[in-house]
């Protein structure tokens, strides 16, 4: 089974401070990694993804991601927050192979708040 | 990318009642999926809707109670049925685009259930 951990509940940080919000996973063999945001009463909007290649990925609204194979990680970064980033964020994980590999499994969402 | 509709946005329904959520997608896509976010949760799966094929239902959801058609390439129903308090949730639609491994999954702006 395939699995996604999401430590924080909430993560606070001031506007213009780096920030990061961390997810680690569990699944066998090689993972897909994803990360989406939901604003408030919307649905999920795609940020990136990891699949194969540089560990360092670069998503939407200056948002990356970093691939740790050793750490089984996947944390979401920015170098600079907005006001406007504060939303809740879902990390997810695919198999890359055999049964049941399109299916997404979700952390359960770290609320971002960004302090003006 | 797929641009994703869902109708109704929101409703509110009486216990006992069904309702049938409509999903609609800008270009053909083979799997779709019906996820469900109760209140303050993460995304729950509740079926994969292929298209020409009965629905693939996730362990603790029944055809019964979650009826799904997928009748073209660009178009899904779920359908709440015999409604309770407990099915009050946001229920998403979403799509995988191509290639199916690697693709990404877009998710609708959902439509948010009450039942009283």
């Known amino acids: 089974a395939q699995s996604v951990a999401q430590p924080e509940d909430q993560v606070n940080v001031a506007e213009g401070n780096p920030l990061t919000v961390k997810c680690t996973y569990s699944?066998?063999?090689?993972?897909?990694l994803f990360w989406y945001v939901q604003y408030p009463n919307r649905g999920l909007q795609f940020l990136l993804k990891?699949?194969?290649?540089?560990?360092l990925v670069k998503g939407s609204y200056g948002f990356e991601a970093e691939f740790n194979k050793s750490q089984t990680s996947f944390h979401l970064k920015k170098p600079s927050a907005l006001v406007s980033d504060s939303a809740l964020y879902f990390c997810a994980v695919r198999r890359n192979s055999g049964a049941g590999s399109y299916q997404l499994t979700f952390g359960k969402g770290t609320k971002l708040s960004v302090i003006p | 990318s797929a641009v994703i509709s869902q109708k109704p946005s929101r409703d509110i329904c009486q216990r006992g009642t069904s309702l049938t959520i409509q999903c609609q997608v800008d270009s053909q896509v083979t799997m779709m999926f019906w996820y469900r976010q109760q209140p303050g949760q993460s995304l729950t799966l509740i079926a994969t809707?292929?298209?020409?094929?009965?629905?693939?239902?996730e362990s603790g959801f029944v055809i019964d109670k979650f009826p799904i058609s997928r009748p073209n390439l660009t178009f899904s129903t779920l359908t709440v049925s015999n409604m309770s308090p407990e099915d009050s949730s946001i229920y998403l639609c979403s799509v995988l685009t191509p290639p199916p491994h690697t693709g990404t999954q877009y998710f609708g702006p959902g439509t948010r259930l009450l039942v009283l």
């Open positions: 699944v066998s063999g090689n993972p897909y």
């Open positions: 990891y699949i194969t290649g540089d560990n």
């Open positions: 809707a292929n298209q020409g094929s009965e629905a693939t239902y």
